[in-house]
């Protein structure tokens, strides 16, 4: 399947709303009850700008549209990312984290495409991105 | 105070045995928005070869966290969980987690680094099946801020 691939191809991209709600839910099914990520006042008494989202999160969902695109979350063999810029979550409201999914490497050996992603945050005033992952790839089994 | 160097390489006991349910693996899937089916469907999941449902790239996590916590209750590692900042992570399968498997994780403390006053702590958390296969290993490298 990776000759029908092409290193720099986007595969995938997606948004994703995330809300108070959002982290709260997390927090239940992960067991990270971290109270920086649901409490402001922790958040700011520990020299936080507010409530972030958890890492993990935004590493959660940002292979999603990987997983949407190769139709089995069990071809994902591999996935690493850098934390590098925390995701402010507002109190009301939402922030929108934008992934877009290309082809960084093909292996036609082994049969997997190694995916890179782009995770950004848009600021809410200004409308910069600003990327929040680093070094995130997922590595896909095409076999 | 700063990590102790001494716990690189170090070797911690297995942690209970973790058993993935398939309500876990749906909330879980819920959080992170994954919405394939095979996460949710045991027959979508059947057909596609899976004997239940397959839970997401980074279910492993909540096991992993049981290891961490070992470390971070290990005396004398000079880790303070306050300052600790997750730099890293990383999922290396062997094959994909579903429902019904009993998972046993080991950790082991990969390295310790001192870089510029902080340290990074890169902890392995490897987990096995009940018949003692691989299935994943759950990285994670720790930034612990030193003193200001």
Same mark, same amino acid.
């Given at each position: 399947?990776?000759?029908?691939?092409?290193?720099?191809?986007?595969? +995938?991209? +997606?948004?994703?709303?995330?809300?108070? =709600?959002?982290?709260? /839910?997390?927090?239940?099914?992960?067991?990270?009850?971290?109270?920086?990520?649901?409490?402001? =006042?922790?958040?700011?008494?520990?020299?936080?700008?507010?409530?972030?989202?958890?890492? !993990?999160?935004?590493?959660?969902?940002?292979?999603?549209?990987?997983?949407?695109?190769?139709? &089995?979350?069990?071809?994902?063999?591999?996935?690493?990312?850098?934390?590098?810029?925390?995701?402010?979550?507002?109190?009301?409201?939402?922030? #929108?984290?934008?992934?877009?999914?290309?082809?960084?490497?093909?292996?036609?050996?082994? #049969?997997?495409?190694?995916?890179?992603?782009?995770?950004?945050?848009? #600021?809410?005033?200004?409308?910069?991105?600003?990327?929040?992952?680093?070094?995130?790839?997922?590595?896909?089994?095409?076999? | !105070?700063?990590?102790?160097?001494?716990?690189?390489?170090?070797?911690?006991?297995?942690?209970?045995?973790?058993?993935?349910?398939?309500?876990?693996?749906?909330?879980?899937?819920? +959080?992170?928005?994954?919405?394939?089916?095979?996460?949710?469907?045991?027959?979508? %999941?059947? +057909?596609?070869?899976?004997?239940?449902?397959?839970?997401?790239?980074?279910?492993?996590?909540?096991?992993?966290?049981?290891?961490?916590?070992?470390?971070? %209750?290990?005396?004398?590692?000079?880790? =303070?969980? %306050?300052?600790?900042?997750?730099?890293?992570?990383?999922?290396?399968?062997?094959?994909?987690?579903?429902?019904? &498997?009993?998972?046993?994780?080991?950790?082991?403390?990969?390295?310790?680094?001192?870089?510029?006053?902080?340290?990074?702590?890169?902890?392995?958390?490897? !987990?096995?099946?009940?018949?003692?296969?691989?299935?994943?290993?759950?990285?994670?490298?720790?930034?612990? /801020?030193?003193?200001?």
């Amino acid at each position: 399947m990776t000759a029908e691939l092409a290193v720099g191809e986007v595969v +995938a991209e +997606a948004v994703f709303a995330l809300s108070r =709600d959002s982290l709260v /839910r997390y927090a239940g099914a992960s067991g990270d009850f971290n109270p920086i990520h649901y409490r402001d =006042d922790i958040a700011i008494s520990v020299g936080l700008p507010g409530v972030l989202a958890h890492g !993990m999160l935004t590493m959660g969902l940002a292979v999603q549209p990987v997983v949407d695109w190769i139709g &089995d979350p069990g071809k994902v063999v591999d996935y690493q990312v850098r934390f590098t810029r925390p995701v402010l979550v507002p109190a009301d409201g939402s922030v #929108d984290v934008r992934v877009v999914a290309k082809v960084g490497q093909l292996d036609s050996e082994a #049969d997997v495409a190694r995916i890179d992603l782009t995770v950004t945050i848009s #600021d809410p005033v200004t409308g910069a991105a600003t990327t929040v992952l680093g070094k995130a790839q997922a590595r896909v089994s095409l076999a | !105070m700063s990590v102790n160097p001494d716990l690189q390489g170090r070797v911690f006991p297995p942690v209970a045995p973790y058993l993935v349910g398939r309500e876990k693996v749906r909330e879980f899937a819920r +959080a992170v928005f994954a919405t394939s089916p095979l996460h949710s469907d045991p027959t979508a %999941a059947r +057909a596609a070869g899976y004997a239940d449902v397959v839970a997401p790239t980074t279910f492993p996590v909540v096991i992993q966290e049981h290891t961490l916590q070992q470390l971070l %209750a290990e005396p004398g590692s000079g880790i =303070d969980f %306050a300052r600790v900042v997750h730099g890293d992570q990383r999922f290396t399968y062997t094959r994909p987690i579903v429902a019904g &498997d009993e998972l046993t994780a080991i950790l082991t403390v990969a390295s310790v680094k001192t870089l510029g006053g902080h340290s990074m702590v890169t902890a392995e958390s490897a !987990m096995v099946d009940s018949a003692g296969e691989h299935v994943v290993t759950a990285i994670s490298t720790l930034v612990v /801020r030193g003193d200001e």
